[in-house]
């Protein structure tokens, strides 16, 4: 849908969208809006133009954007035409059954189980997860019950006022292209949504399917120490009861929850976004750190499928970075494999933008390594992956079982990591420590530029192609590589890559959010003490912050 530019038109087709819509609530706004604009509201009107500013896109991340009527936002209308396009999509390639699963936020019920009737009537098994629960669940599901794809209504980290549509094929992946473009041409051809055929055989999951995950993240703990005492939030999200449950299961004591942000809350009242990432977010499970003793903090985002952690520092906490947690991961999965009598086997992977003391880690013990195109769907399909992680909190310590990012049983590794540790007088700092004296010390660091007008990431990316950057903060760019034109064998992407002699940085767009990414990382061997090549590091790395910030040039 091109966007529409003369009021009348613009009128005309929001008359017919509410004609169309089955929601009462968005009918409702939009026809506030129509006659806010028929009375000469030009603030309404500009909502309006925003409304139906083209089709919110389908693409590897499936529908991601703020609610409310509309081409360009997420609503039933949007949802039910991607699932009938979804629904021709499989029917023409052979797929029979989905799974639906569904987060606690506004609308997503609906959305679920709008798309299983739409699938239903389709001809296709439809199945949905009894209640609210974690994405990781949903992604398990596909792989348990056999079925042909699925789908997880969710906006993950997102503001409240946002959702989203992922969907997943039957390897338990979520799509990529092409698929992707051959899923949204079927959506494309779509027409008025009440003429699609819908059915009302759609199969309700009992706890069957949760219990069957929760058996499986249990079963990756191998024997050893219990002894660790955790703080856990769930961020208002669908991960709370079930991280408790796993966490149990496997002969740890229960967390000590944060009892405001427990309990599932579209609203998400306690943070200004709910993704442990963002400051703010994590002060309450801090707060409630500082006043006991704790071994760990465990965060996960509002739909589980990320982890963040926090440990004991010099009198006080901190907040490990996502790259840290990705370190300590790799190196755990390794140890395991010993502890368990293997000899170590098996890939470790993680995305470009990570950090790359992965691949030293993995060197190191022999193990193979891959690098990939960033998210989950792309690491995921990494032959004989044993673990993958991407520096935004996203782990993947059990490829088998839960083929995409899995903030629940990564969580139970890091408390099994932990209770090693401990039962040895150690911490999970003194193997950072260690990992740094061996390997170096990799400092990394994001900086991320929100922006109102997306045409300014574009011309930003322009103008670094057409520009060469030369030096950064002292270092010269030895080799500067465009990810739009495939570098390492992978596919293109949009993404420029600076390598200098011991740094890189890489920008690229965000693909769920208005901003554009810069990914810092330095490297300097440990050749005096730990503190003081830390320091250095740091100190360089600020330094490259400033730099790549004086580049952009961004607002």
């Avoid at 003391?357 to 013990?365: D, F, P, S, T």
């Avoid at 992956?385 to 079982?401: I, T």
Wanted: aromatic share 4%.
């Amino acid at each position: 849908m091109t966007p529409v530019t003369d009021t009348a038109a613009l009128l005309s087709l929001a008359d017919s969208w509410a004609a169309q819509d089955p929601d009462p609530q968005t009918v409702g706004e939009l026809r506030d809006l129509i006659g806010a604009v028929r009375s000469g509201d030009a603030e309404a009107l500009r909502e309006l133009t925003d409304a139906f500013n083209g089709t919110l896109e389908f693409g590897t991340a499936g529908l991601r954007g703020r609610m409310g009527p509309g081409s360009n936002r997420m609503n039933r209308v949007v949802v039910m035409r991607a699932a009938a396009g979804l629904a021709h999509y499989l029917r023409d390639t052979g797929g029979d059954s989905v799974v639906i699963g569904f987060d606690a936020r506004h609308n997503s019920a609906h959305f679920a189980h709008d798309t299983a009737r739409i699938m239903a009537g389709a001809g296709i098994t439809a199945m949905v997860l009894p209640r609210p629960l974690p994405t990781p669940v949903l992604a398990f599901a596909i792989h348990h019950l056999g079925a042909s794809a699925g789908v997880m209504v969710t906006a993950s980290h997102n503001p409240a006022h946002d959702n989203g549509y992922k969907v997943y094929l039957d390897d338990g992946s979520q799509i990529v292209s092409p698929t992707d473009h051959e899923v949204a041409l079927r959506i494309q051809a779509v027409g008025r949504i009440d003429e699609i055929a819908v059915s009302d055989d759609v199969t309700t999951l009992d706890e069957s399917v949760l219990d069957a995950y929760v058996a499986r993240a249990v079963s990756l703990v191998g024997p050893g120490p219990r002894d660790v005492t955790c703080i856990a939030t769930a961020l208002h999200g669908v991960g709370g009861d079930v991280l408790s449950r796993v966490v149990t299961g496997a002969g740890f004591a229960a967390p000590v929850v944060v009892a405001a942000q427990q309990k599932p809350d579209p609203d998400f009242p306690t943070v200004a976004f709910p993704n442990p990432e963002e400051a703010g977010a994590m002060d309450l499970a801090l707060d409630l750190a500082r006043r006991g003793t704790a071994d760990i903090v465990i965060a996960n985002d509002p739909d589980a499928d990320r982890c963040a952690a926090a440990i004991p520092h010099e009198g006080d906490w901190r907040m490990l970075t996502g790259d840290e947690v990705g370190w300590l991961l790799g190196w755990w999965t390794i140890e395991r494999q010993l502890h368990l009598g293997e000899q170590p086997h098996g890939v470790l992977a993680q995305s470009i933008v990570s950090s790359d003391l992965l691949r030293a880690i993995a060197n190191g013990a022999g193990l193979g390594y891959a690098a990939t195109l960033t998210g989950f769907k792309w690491i995921s399909r990494v032959p004989e992956l044993v673990f993958g992680y991407e520096e935004a909190l996203g782990y993947c310590v059990d490829p088998s079982g839960v083929s995409d990012k899995d903030g629940i049983t990564a969580a139970l590794l890091l408390l099994e990591l932990t209770a090693h540790q401990k039962a040895n007088g150690r911490t999970l700092q003194n193997v950072l420590d260690e990992l740094a004296t061996r390997y170096g010390v990799y400092a990394t660091a994001q900086v991320s530029v929100h922006v109102s007008d997306l045409s300014l990431i574009s011309d930003a990316m322009a103008r670094l192609r057409s520009t060469p950057v030369t030096e950064l903060a002292g270092h010269a760019v030895s080799r500067c590589e465009d990810l739009e034109q495939g570098v390492d064998g992978l596919p293109p992407t949009d993404g420029l890559r600076f390598i200098m002699d011991n740094a890189r940085v890489i920008v690229r767009p965000s693909g769920t959010e208005p901003k554009l990414k810069c990914y810092l990382q330095v490297v300097l061997p440990v050749s005096e003490d730990l503190a003081t090549a830390r320091a250095h590091a740091a100190a360089e790395l600020q330094a490259l912050r400033d730099a790549i910030t004086d580049v952009l040039n961004l607002p």
